[in-house]
């Protein structure tokens, strides 16, 4: 989403890594972006341009004197048309080139002519990439506001351990994502608090055997990231084992009452709480302490259960400034229930869905669901996935609170 026609401008310089970046810049064509490339001379010894013309659908920028456009001066025009610029892998060369304000070839000088936000992924020798020359020009980079990846650790190139080897694509692309939402000043949730819970919550029986139910998360992650996606600070309060990215807070909990005090604790400073947990309503009453045998002389066990506080309602009783979204599932008489419970619960939304169905719902991606808000409003939401109707949620929550977008 965040990539989505952004315009990146990559600089690829002369490191064994390249083959590598052939699949990130594929990863970043796949998010939506649009790619455009230029290289050094040297990184055309890894990998031949062609490689990055096909895939990016473009030329690919080598030599600042080719000018094949006289109205236009090549290495200025991809400055002026980059949303993000972005060096991977940076090489210790150029990355000093860059410290110093060099422009010697096609790469150097479109650097310094741009204005944008850098994101730079060195990948190198351990000892280059330690080297106090190396380090000092990171450390000026990072001064002028560029955003520099930390190498991983692990066997190189050359053979044997270090630090310097270019990370995994998804931590970059993740990396790369976070970068774009704090350089974007004028998000609608910027300075929003938001509370998220997730997932369905677990009810010990005994050290190896709990109650739960169906939910998988899927919804209360997807809402978290299009919250943060929207420039909120947010914190995901999860039952489920989805991951979750860096920058959403994650506090996992297994019952109810654990994630009733994960979110009474940070309820007072919160802006929006959004409660898309299954909360089991009852937990054990006594949890045993060691594995339960099985009951020899009876055909029946019983397991005493009580009643869980519920969250929502209690936030609603505490609630101030702070807006209520609840989630009702339901398997019947869907509007009924869950204008019932929007009222009671004092919600200021409620996010209605059937349940029982085998297409949408409880561990599926798409579901269909009904908004209906405080102020008698009802959007209908058709099948899609639960990506999309997080998105819709979020922009919908925007425009209840009135922020200009
Ligand atoms: N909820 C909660 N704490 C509970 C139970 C539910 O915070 N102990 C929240 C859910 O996260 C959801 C909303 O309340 O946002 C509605 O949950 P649901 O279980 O559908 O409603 P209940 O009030 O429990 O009513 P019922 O189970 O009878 O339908």
Do not use: C
């Not at 899927?218 to 309060?237: M, P, R, W």
């Amino acid at each position: 989403m965040m990539l989505k026609d952004k315009n990146i401008a990559l600089y690829v310089t002369g490191g064994i890594a390249i083959y590598k970046v052939v699949d990130f810049m594929r990863t970043l064509i796949k998010k939506g972006a649009k790619v455009r490339v230029a290289m050094t001379k040297s990184a055309t010894e890894f990998v031949t341009p062609l490689t990055f013309q096909i895939l990016s659908q473009h030329e690919v920028h080598l030599d600042t004197f080719s000018e094949k456009d006289p109205e236009h001066v090549a290495h200025v025009d991809l400055a002026d048309w980059t949303d993000i610029a972005v060096v991977a892998p940076a090489t210790a060369n150029t990355i000093a080139k860059m410290a110093a304000g060099f422009a010697d070839n096609f790469v150097t000088s479109s650097l310094l002519a741009t204005k944008q936000p850098l994101f730079i992924v060195p990948a190198m020798n351990t000892d280059m990439f330690n080297h106090e020359a190396t380090q000092e020009n990171i450390q000026t980079l990072k001064k002028r506001g560029a955003y520099v990846v930390e190498p991983d650790t692990g066997f190189l190139a050359e053979g044997y351990e270090g630090k310097g080897r270019y990370p995994e694509n998804e931590r970059i692309v993740e990396e790369l994502e976070q970068f774009i939402i704090s350089s974007t000043a004028d998000l609608p949730l910027k300075g929003y608090k938001i509370l998220v819970s997730a997932g369905g919550t677990k009810e010990r029986i005994d050290p190896v055997r709990y109650i739960t139910n169906d939910s998988s998360g899927k919804t209360g992650h997807a809402i978290a990231e299009a919250a943060y996606q929207k420039g909120a600070e947010v914190t995901l309060v999860t039952a489920s084992e989805l991951k979750a990215p860096q920058a959403i807070q994650t506090v996992r909990v297994d019952s109810a009452k654990e994630m009733y005090e994960a979110i009474d604790e940070r309820f007072a400073e919160t802006n929006i709480l959004i409660m898309s947990a299954a909360v089991s309503d009852y937990g054990v009453a006594h949890t045993a302490t060691s594995k339960m045998k099985k009951e020899r002389d009876s055909e029946t066990v019983s397991i005493e259960l009580a009643e869980n506080p519920d969250i929502l309602k209690t936030m609603g009783q505490k609630k101030e400034q702070q807006f209520l979204v609840g989630f009702a599932a339901e398997t019947d008489e869907l509007e009924k229930y869950a204008q019932k419970k929007l009222q009671e619960k004092h919600l200021d939304m409620i996010v209605a869905n059937e349940v029982g169905r085998a297409d949408r719902g409880f561990n599926v991606d798409d579901n269909q669901v009904i908004i209906f808000t405080s102020d008698h409003d009802k959007i209908e939401i058709p099948k899609t996935s639960k990506k999309n109707i997080a998105h819709i949620l979020i922009d919908k929550i925007v425009q209840e609170l009135e922020i200009e977008e």
